[in-house]
């Protein structure tokens, strides 16, 4: 598999590591513990189109929003982290 | 011929008769040619039993010309290159080649296993899965030895491979696989246009079939072409041939494994030089121009020796001048199989007969027939009557129910052609059927690739050509290049008629894979009970199985499995294709990460310096730290280290810290940050303070901890455990990044920019003050316990001070700019030998964390909560953080969960282990009372004996109570005492002075 | 028919033409007590266990390919019952227990061979570890010997000893640990479960599952019709989430890919099953000579059944590392299992909150060491609706709850466990 990282270019699967389902958002503060439980372990699994985090630790260190489908590892789309970058969001 | 060669032709062939090269094959000497394989240099000299096969250990000869041979197998090689079930079709001779038959005993030709023939009987697929049950203690003691022993092929080597490997990336714009006509005229085309382009040839000569077929390439005989194509490829300035390399598997992104067998060719690899190379290619476009295979067809003794596929006959008669017979028949069910005996009979040699299964035959060949003086029958092979030296006689059922018999001392087969769909395959494709040549075509392929000419079941020679150079051309278009191809090269296609025929009756056994002795009576066996898919029969009967992968026995096994369930051919589909597409030497996928070199080797600032005292080293992860400084005289390990501490406990001493994880935490909302990212607070953490901070996963378990400095308002400096170095700042970028993007807040990571140290005891204030500038205030008032702020050295260095201890003594750990810290190790014991300083190692470090009751690795196990670590108070209740929340589950704040607690032997003497369980005293150890186990431990200095730390059920609560630890593994079993896990100065007075 | 030496010498005499189907071609039923859905060994275990302990016969099993084409024929064969965590070891134990008689009890040889497993260490810590689990598996009554340096020399000579980056220090031996043959475990339970009635029905792929008014699943809806079902048990391994969606649950479950490696047949080299502990690489030989291995899971989530070179090449790295002495030999065939991949790394056998549905997943990479455990604990769920005493904690309100089983310590991160 290769990524094309927005700020490093294309490079080789070894470079990144993988953390999982982009769609759970965390919940804000005060959340209950099932919306909390929801989060952290429910997942959809979906075979086909997802959208999930990588982190490219062997380049830029950010965290990427990947577009990828499961069920032939083909990437559709590949865009940095909200907060990715020094520019801050909103700043 | 040449000097016992009796069976080389007197020219012709692509060797060169001015190289000889002696070999040896099983002890017996040899000569053939440089240009030769091990198998065309077998023939040449005549021989024509080259192996056993694997289960009823039939005699067996050369089958193929090519990496698809599942018969001639050979240990290559002597001692520690010894290579076991190495094709002698692919391997090339050189001087001094050694080879050895396999899987026989005493001999070759007299193989005591071939007793297992007489039991052919029961051992037919699968018998195994039906006996060998009783008594169940027999299978492992008495059975399995015994199939062990018989089953496999060749011996490895047994000790350490001698050879290196490598691993090397390339990048392309057109990789192209195969260098036949296709492959060839898709290099030019592509090359030509502009793009780069790397052609792999697992053949150590480019030119595939058109070095054994001949035939005419725009009006010029094919040697010249290829020669003349080969001479423009070379001068095109991006196109790369690669012979010798395997392209063996497709990955995603359009990345491809080839394997290049650099020095294979050679005794053994030069100085300095890998015997292979490990190459992934990433290419824009692929054009798979692998060719295609023979395939035999099934019928009684088709698996003597001389009996050869019809192609490989003609590619050691004419590329390597070797005749394999003297009198050849030809089986053939298609037009293909003909040329083979124009290519024998242009060589001078006899034609015995022609059995053709198709109804007719071409009027060109029938005069070939009567010019040549030989027979054309029309019918099949059913059967063959000889042995061990080859073919002597040939039973043949003709057309409408006669016999005949045909005298020949060598048999080629030509079933038709299969394309390598090998590669077109591997992302889970299933080829398709094309009923016109009885063959599987490639149905798609992995993005990005395509099939041409044979590969794609374009047999014509011209097809290939047009087809290859159009691909060729579209491949370097798609990836950007537009310059002009040219036109393509052009022959003519020779008729290709085939009547599809898998497998002939007859009396005997008719092998379909020869390499696992599975026969068509098998794979109807595997029908009969019920093994029809065809990957129950692949599993079922092993079809497919062997080093081979099924190249020539599949098509023919589902063949025959769709002909007796009475289903179609594509009905009954194939079996999954898996790379490699050739069996590749693990050590190639390893390259050099083996031995010292298997992974990276992280040094600390101070390393060599350490090194330099003789001191011990351990692994922790990547990194060597010194374990401890042995100094001469002292007996073991336990004296050293208790010499350590009780150094720094009495004086001073000094450690590399560096491995330590090291975060600067920049901006506005800093504090705010690690506010979330750790149970406790540091927005209010005073600048020039240090913090003992705690993090945990979202799960709620602690994931790791350190002390958290604030060196300015907007700027912390954050330390990680060793282990968690990585993790932690990539699980901050996570919380930063993905979490909490509103926060203006910056990470950087300088693990690897600051050399740290900690100087731990009650003199470590002196020591100090010879090294910081004396400006610098370093008294209690001045700096005190917890503090941290940047200094300037005695020689205007700037470094990092903290008050921080993780020893219990007074102590420091101090900061500098990491080329630094060999001088700084140099210049602790320098300016600290007034002071008897010591140097201490990585366990005396331990021991004083035990003696203090600090958690650590075997605490921080992932499964351990804040409140079990006696840390929950610790857990802020005024803020959100990682890990709130599900912290609270109930069985996370249950009161009978294991927490850390101190234990300490009833018997001083008694030394205690870590893997020890806790039982309660009194009780037979059993799963109902197992509480708990010991985590760390150490002998203490301190307290004179053997200390250590557990996780136990309520230990907290049961302080002062004996329980039992119970070590079943080292036969131990003794009293010991749950304590304050603060065996040192509990209070905390020392630290703090 | 029953099969033994005998039987095969008199079916020799007729040329094997008198051998029957080894398990029924069975066609879908209208209506059947319990269908289980995932025809590998999990799901003929439990089949065979529900006839067998449970008397309950009118079974089928829906496989959607061959039955074995999942997991079951994708694995490196390892049993082993070395764990050390409250609810993994007793229930592995009883699996352990369970091959050991499964010859006897299926009337099919599944090559069970107890030719040990060892798991090396490398470190004083990665030692106290083993020293923790080996001493639960002892309190357990389960077989666990501690080796140190001298003792594994003596027992695998061929390791590199001499110049490895993370030398051996010693290993966790279970000699009662070892492997069986993949295909034939499978076989043997659908041979065994058809002979006593069960069903065992072949492409049928389930598409749906039709429910009551109250919700209540009564039976599935497959490529070959509706069937109704008593109770439906799901034991469908990587497809777990993509059937549970089709109920409307979410399962605390990924699917990923890990891949397995056999090399060319060779003279026997391996004597049992060796695990490196300083890298991802473990590895046995069969009975045919292949050495089969295999590491880590690629690490991202993945229905492709295949995978890519950097975990091919550091499997390898770890097994050069550990026995340099295989650099020559070839790798033959590499091929890749879709694992459901649990939040805590081990398994789910419980109820589901879809009354009539019943869940067995979440075995990671460890499913098949617990083919006959699994199977005999989920027979007991569905005959008896309450778990065996051995898989009480494989609830699947753990993680709501917090009393996660969790060996590796990595917490709700599938992919690291």
Known sequence: ?91 | MAGGQTNRLDSGGLIDRSAPLNFRFDGKTFSGFQGDTLASALIANGVKLVGRSFKYHRPRGILTAGSEEPNALVELRTGARREPNTKATTAELYEGLEAASQNRWPSLRHDVMSVNQLFAPIFVAGFYYKTFMWPAKFWEAVYEPAIRRAAGLGRAAGVADPDHYDKAWAHCDVLVAGSGPAGLAAALAAGRSGARVILCEEDFSPGGRLLSDGGTIEGLPAAEWLSRTLAELATLPDVRIMTRTTLFGVYDGGTYGAIERVNDHLPSPPEHQVRQRLWRIVARRCVVAAGAIERPIVFAGNDTPSVMMASAMRTYVARYAATPAKRIALFTNNEDGWRTVEIALGAGLQIAAVIDARPDVSPAHRSLASKGGFPVLHGSVSGVDGGKDGVKKIAVSLTGGARAEVEADGLAVSGGWNPAVGLTSYHRGRPKWLDDIAAFVPDGAPPGMVAVGAANGAFGLGACLAQGFAAGSAAAHDAGHSGKAGTAPVADDEAFSLTPLWHVAGKGKAFVDYQHDVTASDIELAQREGFESVEHLKRYTTLGMATDQGKTSNVAGLAIMAAVSGRSIPETGTTIYRPPYVPVAIGAFAGHHRDETFHATRLTPSHHWAAEQGAVFVDTGLWKRAQWYPRAGEKDWLESVTREVSAVRGGVGFCDVSTLGKIDVHGADAGAFLDRVYINTFSNLAVGKARYGLMLREDGMVYDDGTTSRLAEDHYFLTTTTAKAGLVMQHLEFCRQVLFPELDVQLTSVSDQWAQFSIAGPKTRDLLKEIVDPAEDLSNEGFPFMGAREVRLRGGIKARLFRISFSGEMAFEISVPARFGDAMARNLMLAGAPFGVTPYGTEALGVMRVEKGHIAGPELSGTTTAADLGLGKMMSTKKDFIGRVMAGREALVAPDRQVVVGIKPVDKARRLRSGAHIIPKGQTPGPGNDQGYVTSVCFSPTSDQWIGLGLVERGRERMGEIVHAHDPLRGEDYDVELCNPVFYDPDGGRQRG | ?417
């Not at chain 3, 479960?193 to 599935?220: H, M, P, Y």
């Open chain 3, 1 to 417: 028919m029953k099969y033994s030496i005998f039987s095969l010498a008199r079916a020799a005499l007729s040329g094997h033409k008198n051998w029957q189907r080894t398990w029924r071609d069975a066609t879908p039923k209208d209506r059947y007590d319990v269908v289980i859905i995932g025809g590998g060994g999990h799901g003929l275990a439990t089949a065979w266990f529900l006839a067998s302990e449970y008397g309950i016969r009118n079974v089928a099993v829906l496989e959607k390919g061959w039955i074995g084409s999942g997991n079951a024929g994708r694995n490196t064969t390892i049993i082993r019952s070395n764990y050390g965590l409250p609810g993994n070891t007793g229930f592995y134990e009883l699996s352990m227990k369970l091959w050991e008689r499964m010859e006897q009890d299926l009337n099919y040889n599944t090559m069970v061979s107890q030719r040990g497993v060892i798991n090396l260490y490398h470190s004083d810590a990665q030692r106290d570890a083993y020293a923790r689990r080996g001493n639960t598996m002892r309190i357990n009554g389960i077989d666990a010997e501690l080796l140190d340096l001298a003792a594994v020399k003596k027992m695998i000579p061929f390791l590199n000893f001499d110049n490895a980056r993370f030398p051996v220090q010693g290993g966790l031996l279970q000699r009662r640990g070892g492997t069986a043959r993949h295909d034939a475990v499978v076989w043997g339970y659908a041979h065994a479960a058809s002979a006593l009635g069960v069903d065992i029905i072949q492409n049928c792929e389930v598409t749906g599952f039709t429910r009551d008014a109250n919700g209540k699943v009564t039976g599935v809806e497959t490529s070959r019709g509706k069937i109704s079902a008593g109770k439906v048990g799901m034991a469908v391994a990587g497809s777990s989430s993509r059937v549970a969606a089709m109920a409307g649950l979410r399962l605390p479950i990924e699917s990923h890919v890990l891949q397995a490696f056999v090399s060319e047949a060779i003279k026997p080299l391996i004597p049992g099953v060796m695990t490196f502990g300083a890298g991802h690489f473990y590895v046995s030989q069969s009975d045919k000579g292949g050495l089969v291995f295999g590491g880590d899971i690629d690490g991202y989530n993945s229905y492709a059944q295949r995978g890519n070179m950097p975990v091919m090449e550091d499997v390898c790295e770890g097994g050069m590392a550990l026995m340099p002495m295989i650099g020559r030999v070839r790798l033959l065939r590499q091929w890749g299992g879709i694992m459901d991949m649990s939040m805590d790394g081990s398994p789910i056998i419980d109820k589901t909150p879809v009354d009539g549905l019943y869940l067995n997943a979440g075995w990671c990479y460890g499913g098949f060491k617990a083919t006959p455990g699994s199977g005999f604990v989920f027979a007991h769920l569905l005959a008896r609706d309450q778990s065996h005493e051995e898989a009480v904690r494989f609830r699947l309100d753990r993680f709501r709850t917090g009393a996660m089983i969790d060996e590796k310590g990595q917490g709700a991160q599938p992919n690291l466990h």
């Open chain 1, 1 to 91: 598999m290769r990524i094309v990282c927005p700020f490093c270019g294309e490079r080789e699967l070894g470079e990144f590591t993988y953390l999982g389902d982009a769609k759970p958002v965390r919940p804000a503060a005060g959340a209950s513990e099932d919306e909390v439980f929801d989060y952290v372990y429910l997942r959809d699994n979906v075979a086909g189109e997802t959208s999930e985090y990588w982190y490219h630790g062997g380049g830029c260190r950010t965290w990427l929003k990947i577009a990828r489908n499961t069920l032939t590892h083909e990437i559709s789309s590949v865009e940095p982290a909200a907060g990715a970058g020094a520019a801050k969001v909103g700043a």
